[in-house]
C-alpha cells in the first residue's frame, strides 16, 4: 500500500508540522522507497536463520555481585553540608 498525500498531511497533522508541497512530494516519494526496500527484504528466505536482537554479540557488561565492606556511617555523613541523627538532612522541598 504505496503512502499518498493524505497519508503525509495527515502524519503531518498530528505530529504538528507544517510541509510545503515540495517537501510532502518529497516526502512521499522517500517513503514509497523505504516501503518498497522493506517489501524486498521481506522476499528474502530466512529459514534457519536465528532472530537476534543485535548484530554482534553482547554479553553483560556489569561486574559480578560482590558482597564487600562499605563505608562507615560517619564516613558517609562525613562530607554532607547537613546532617542529624545518622541521616542526611536536606531543604524541606514540599509545603
Do not use: C, W
Not at 515540495?22 to 517513503?31: K, N, P, V
Not at 522507497?33 to 530466512?46: C, I
Not at 564487600?68 to 556511617?73: E, G, H, I, T
Amino acid at each position: 500500500m504505496p503512502v499518498t498525500k493524505n497519508d503525509v498531511q495527515k502524519v503531518a497533522q498530528l505530529a504538528r508540522l507544517a510541509f510545503t508541497p515540495e517537501e510532502e512530494a518529497q516526502l512521499i516519494g522517500d517513503l514509497n522507497r523505504m516501503l518498497e526496500y522493506v517489501a524486498a527484504l521481506d522476499q528474502l528466505d530466512t529459514t534457519g536463520v536465528p532472530p537476534t536482537a543485535h548484530v554482534l554479540p553482547l554479553d553483560n557488561a556489569f561486574r559480578d555481585d560482590v558482597t564487600r565492606p562499605s563505608l562507615k556511617q560517619a564516613d558517609a555523613l562525613g562530607n554532607a553540608p547537613l546532617s542529624g541523627q545518622g541521616h542526611f538532612r536536606v531543604p524541606k522541598v514540599i509545603e
